[in-house]
């Protein structure tokens, strides 16, 4: 009996180690092997992440590891068709969030009886707050959910937060009654909205703005991870990647500037906002429906706090020599099992935060004791941070394209308003004037992708045509001209008005608005190079550990240029003692303004070559299972 019960032990362990569980959906693969071995605890740990997580470590990398054979590539997830559905959400988020985006200033002072100022205040810092939450959601993404959760779970916040502004609307009784357009014998009715009716606004809207904050930190590095940047053949695609990554989310703001505001126009708010709600919904499912071939990653603790323990490493060794040889700072070369590793190479920028990864027994660790965090950090922790520190010059230097765009999203649309909006019998609203820029970019970006980058990349030699600081500086260089631009179209309109003795007249300019066009599709070129560019550049340079945090750093670009809008404003009008002080455009000195956006443009392109000048690549080398040496891949 104990020969059998042995003999049936024996079979039933050869059997676990020569098999490979599979969930039902037939993509998540376990090795059994990995989760009984005893001797080997980390393979242990990496069988319990599975029934912790419901993934194994290697699915969330997207690599595929056998304890025998070695690293392979799981050929059933990642790749294009699961970024399809990255698109999707993409699309439909952007859909609601840029149709809002763009109208709610009529909402705000046609139903809810706010000033004009505080309409246009409460638009800004609805979107200015929207873009710099992408810090607090990068940060949750990368500390503690994977992308792929941080979507889902932001993604219903947002939808909450549209199902609210969507109650508001359709019941009288949670808003004021609307001032415009009201009749004089219900003037009286007209009143400002109390602080319950204000509450239950901004509670909508922030709670929108938290969800597509996470939602925008997320979902470019979860559509990037499904292409592995160190294989030679999938490398290339991150880039087009991206480029499509803005073509959905072109897309979805052309339906956004035409279907949904009509409907606002037309239908009502309500509808409107129920609109929004729904396309949010089918966001996340469509993401959710690709969930089974994701690549999904691994949270790798908090970046920020990993960059606090070099900089106080750092200062606790402040009387140490920095070490010349690299050997003699601290590194791990063997790291967790399963895994390939990201080691970063040693710079010589910066060489005072070397000094956190010295080993010395004046700090109190050794190379034979496990090192204590907040006195030595490695290498890569250095050069992390080193990378950080790096990347703020070029955020720095880019904001101020975005102040111009706010320009083009404020005194343009005024603009729009002055002149004749007719297309073939049909009156063009304010808010769908920006469409005019989405649809250069729709037919723009399929011919970069398709013309220009293969032309660039047999010339360069680059994967990707050419490099993203190039591309972002192409960008800067445009959007310096569309100022320009600008300026010269404003000069014409205010011609026109004079030349009809209509300066002071409120009907339509006899001057078309798709003057406008030039100022826009120009624009438009700029916004592909540049805020694709960023994207692409922080998340190409940062760590494995901070993919969602750096890509929500070029978005706060966005955001610092929203709220310097308003700065930039305040300060010309004193300095320039009111070039656009009055509600008529056509008595205010526009065109000027515009052309002093394009001079500070230009000095701030000179202040971008600078820091891109002064930039460093990161160097990487891989070290996979069991080595202590890696390749150098150079500069990225």
Same mark, same amino acid.
């Given at each position: ?59 969330? =990398?997207?690599? %595929?590891?056998? &304890?025998?054979? +070695? ?5 059933? @997830? /990642?790749?294009?068709?699961? !970024? ?102 219900? =003037?009286?009715? %007209?009143?400002? &909205?109390?602080? +319950? ?5 901004? @509670? /909508?809207?922030?709670?929108? !703005? ?108 402040? &009387? ?317």
């Amino acid at each position: 009996m104990q020969q059998l019960s042995q003999l049936i032990k024996s079979s039933y362990t050869h059997w676990l180690l020569h098999s490979s569980v599979y969930k039902a959906s037939g993509f998540t693969r376990l090795n059994t092997t990995l989760q009984l071995s005893e001797k080997k605890k980390t393979e242990g740990k990496i069988g319990l992440a599975f029934w912790v997580t419901g993934e194994s470590s290697q699915h969330r =990398m997207g690599i %595929c590891r056998d &304890a025998k054979t +070695g690293p392979r590539r799981e050929a059933m @997830t /990642g790749g294009t068709r699961a !970024a399809i559905f990255v698109y999707a959400m993409e699309g439909l988020e952007n859909m609601a969030y840029v149709a809002n985006a763009v109208s709610l200033v009529t909402y705000f002072y046609g139903y809810m009886n706010f000033s004009l100022t505080k309409s246009a205040t409460t638009l800004t810092n609805f979107m200015g707050t929207s873009l710099l939450l992408t810090l607090l959601g990068g940060f949750i993404c990368d500390t503690y959910l994977s992308r792929f959760k941080t979507c889902v779970l932001f993604g219903c916040i947002e939808l909450v937060g549209y199902a609210l502004l969507t109650v508001q609307a359709h019941f009288s009784q949670l808003r004021p009654f609307p001032c415009k357009n009201v009749a004089r014998d219900k =003037m009286d009715q %007209c009143e400002a &909205a109390d602080s +319950g009716q204000v509450a239950i606004l901004f @509670t /909508g809207l922030y709670l929108v !703005a938290l969800g597509t904050s996470g939602v925008k930190a997320a979902l470019p590095a979860l559509g990037a991870d499904q292409f592995d940047e160190k294989d030679p053949k999938e490398a290339p695609l991150i880039s087009t990647f991206f480029n499509w990554f803005l073509f959905s989310l072109t897309v979805g703001a052309i339906f956004g500037v035409t279907f949904v505001v009509w409907i606002s126009s037309n239908q009502g708010w309500d509808l409107a906002f129920g609109v929004s709600t729904l396309v949010v919904l089918f966001s996340i499912i469509f993401l959710c429906m690709g969930k089974s071939v994701y690549r999904h990653n691994a949270p790798k603790g908090s970046p920020i706090l990993r960059i606090v323990q070099v900089f106080v490493a750092a200062i606790r060794n402040r &009387a140490l020599p920095v070490p010349e040889k690299s050997e003699e700072l601290h590194e791990i070369h063997d790291k967790e099992v399963g895994m390939e590793n990201e080691i970063l190479a040693r710079t010589d920028q910066f060489r005072f935060l070397d000094r956190a990864a010295i080993v010395s027994t004046a700090s109190g660790t050794s190379p034979s004791i496990t090192p204590r965090p907040w006195r030595m950090c490695t290498v890569t922790q250095v050069e992390e941070t080193k990378i950080l520190i790096r990347m703020l010059p070029i955020i720095l230097s880019t904001f101020f394209m975005n102040t111009c765009l706010a320009q083009l999203q404020t005194f343009s649309i005024q603009q729009s308003t002055t002149m004749d909006r007719n297309l073939l019998g049909f009156q063009v609203p304010g808010p769908s004037i920006p469409l005019i820029p989405l649809l250069f970019m729709f037919i723009l970006i399929p011919i970069y992708e398709r013309i220009f980058v293969p032309l660039a990349r047999k010339v360069t030699g680059i994967p990707t045509g050419i490099r993203h600081l190039q591309r972002i500086a192409i960008g800067l260089v445009l959007s310096t001209i569309s100022m320009a631009v600008a300026g010269v179209v404003e000069t014409r309109r205010k011609s026109a008005a004079i030349q009809h003795n209509m300066v002071d007249s409120p009907d339509p300019l006899p001057i078309s608005v798709f003057w406008l066009g030039f100022q826009y599709a120009i624009f438009g070129a700029a916004d592909m190079f540049t805020l694709v560019g960023l994207l692409e550049f922080f998340y190409a340079e940062s760590s494995l550990g901070m993919k969602s945090l750096s890509t929500a750093i070029a978005w706060c670009s966005v955001a610092f240029g929203y709220f310097t809008s308003t700065i930039v404003v305040e300060v010309v009008n004193r300095v320039s003692g009111g070039w656009l002080a009055s509600n008529n455009l056509n008595r205010d000195k526009l065109n000027y303004f515009y052309w002093l956006l394009a001079g500070l443009s230009v000095v701030n392109f000179g202040v971008y070559l600078v820091c891109a000048s002064w930039y460093r690549y990161k160097k990487v080398e891989v070290k996979q299972l069991g080595s202590s040496a890696g390749d150098d891949e150079g500069k990225a």
